[in-house]
């Protein structure tokens, strides 16, 4: 996907009265609700990206409020 049509879904979503107020919700370029994927779903992803963000931060897990 191109940032140009990841920018004009956000665009859309943004500027559109359907979506106002919807939080926690997948859409797709097509303005659609969709599902997220398996990779979104699997716990040691979730640990990777946590290690991962606080490196490139530099932040340190037991400064975290």
């Given at each position: 996907i191109?940032?140009?049509k990841m920018a004009a879904t956000y665009?859309?979503?943004?500027?559109?009265?359907?979506?106002?107020?919807?939080?926690?919700r997948h859409i797709s370029t097509k303005l659609?609700?969709?599902?997220?994927?398996?990779?979104?779903?699997?716990?040691?992803?979730?640990?990777k990206l946590w290690a991962l963000s606080l490196k490139q931060t530099g932040l340190q897990e037991e400064a975290l409020p």
């Open positions: 191109t940032p140009e665009v859309a979503v943004a500027l559109d009265d359907e979506y106002g107020g919807v939080t926690g659609k609700f969709v599902g997220s994927n398996k990779f979104s779903k699997n716990k040691e992803n979730w640990d």
